[in-house]
């Protein structure tokens, strides 16, 4: 399962610590499946309970720390208060309400549960937390993209960039031992077809329908030049690839630019292939092509007890 190191603006916890994450969610990951399938084999399964509870010592506390909080001045005494959970606190339970007959049905639900725990992950360190769109958890593209590629795989989702003090919203970026991947979506009807070509629009037909859709290039070209200065400053080299994805659709570019491949119903599932048969392990140049596009990420987040306070006033 990819990792998802910054969604949007959201506070992530590799943020804080890159080097660190990767590793700590390989291992839990692998612990936890290994701890559910034991208990779903036995019949021993756990009571229900939330699919992620890794702040269980912190909200036992809570009302502890708001207290404490009040002989607190500054901000990074607050901060100190609150314990950060080691690995036994992160833990993901399955809901014995479901019905599962098969090893096949554990695993797209531990997936289900592995996926929220991304999300979690994602919007928040130890002392802050962002508010996340709830389209997010419904979102099939980025279901697609952290449950169907491998752990050695890093994803940008919508993130937003600092560019000379101007803010810039990106696509997705996938950041591989081997190389980093700049992809731009394009899905709409089953069995669309796109006529592309060098203007600002493309032909899109399905159908006996016709219209017009904005240019892909556009936006994937803007991308790809702004992930390629930020490696060139940063003295990243990693091969830097552009795509345009369309996984239910057709793709016809005649004089098609150098450089760029296009990814459709006929060609993407050998891509795919491709990306979850790497098997290399995570690799330096990676974590550092990671870190480099991290450092222009903005975030916007609050305090955990603010966010806490804001949520009872609630």
Not at 134 to 139: A, E, I, K, L, T
């Amino acid at each position: 399962m990819a990792q998802l190191i910054k969604l949007q603006d959201y506070v992530s916890r590799y943020e804080t610590d890159l080097y660190r994450y990767p590793s700590q969610f390989v291992r839990l990951k692998k612990q936890q499946w290994e701890k559910m399938k034991q208990h779903w084999e036995s019949g021993d399964l756990p009571n229900p309970s939330p699919p992620v509870q890794e702040w269980a010592d912190e909200e036992k506390n809570s009302m502890k720390d708001k207290l404490f909080s009040l002989f607190k001045k500054k901000e990074d005494e607050e901060e100190e208060m609150i314990p950060e959970p080691s690995d036994e606190d992160l833990h993901l339970e399955m809901d014995t309400g479901q019905d599962i007959h098969s090893e096949e049905e554990l695993k797209a639900s531990y997936l289900n549960l592995v996926f929220d725990f991304q999300l979690r992950w994602a919007s928040s360190t130890i002392t802050e937390k962002s508010y996340v769109d709830n389209s997010y958890h419904y979102d099939e593209r980025l279901r697609y993209l952290l449950q169907r590629f491998p752990d050695n795989i890093f994803v940008l989702y919508n993130p937003v960039l600092k560019i000379k003090n101007a803010p810039v919203e990106l696509e997705t970026v996938l950041i591989t031992p081997t190389g980093i991947w700049c992809l731009t979506f394009l899905e709409f009807e089953e069995g669309t077809a796109y006529i592309g070509s060098g203007e600002r629009f493309w032909v899109k037909k399905w159908g006996n329908g016709e219209e017009k859709v904005l240019n892909p290039l556009i936006g994937l070209k803007r991308m790809e030049r702004i992930v390629h200065q930020i490696m060139r400053y940063g003295g990243v080299e990693l091969p830097i690839h552009q795509a345009v994805i369309s996984r239910n659709g057709y793709i016809d570019y005649p004089q098609s630019p150098v450089g760029i491949q296009f990814l459709d119903k006929r060609t993407h599932h050998e891509w795919f292939q491709q990306q979850r048969s790497n098997s290399s392990p995570i690799k330096s140049v990676q974590l550092k092509a990671a870190q480099a596009i991290m450092e222009y990420c903005q975030t916007t987040s609050f305090k955990r007890l603010q966010w806490e306070e804001t949520a009872s006033e609630e």
